[in-house]
């Protein structure tokens, strides 16, 4: 098994939770439980966490 750096980690966790955020809304807002605030919040740390990834590529 090869090793990946912390680096590699932090990054595919970061791409991770971008993506279950996003299709935590959806699902949610499919399902008429979220609010309007809440999915505003949900999807706003999930652009923060996909700029992270974005910012520490070099």
């Known amino acids: 098994m090869e090793k990946?750096?912390?680096r590699?980690?932090?990054s595919l966790v970061l791409k991770a939770?971008?993506?279950a955020m996003g299709v935590a809304v959806v699902v949610l807002?499919?399902?008429d439980i979220l609010?309007?605030?809440t999915a505003i919040t949900l999807l706003?740390?999930?652009l923060a966490?996909?700029?992270i990834s974005?910012?520490?590529k070099k």
């Open 44 to 46: 706003g740390i999930g």
């Open 35 to 37: 609010e309007a605030q």
């Open 29 to 31: 807002s499919c399902l």
């Open 49 to 51: 966490c996909a700029g």
């Open 54 to 56: 974005m910012l520490e």
């Open 8 to 10: 590699e980690i932090v």
């Open 17 to 19: 939770l971008t993506l």
């Open 4 to 6: 990946k750096s912390v």
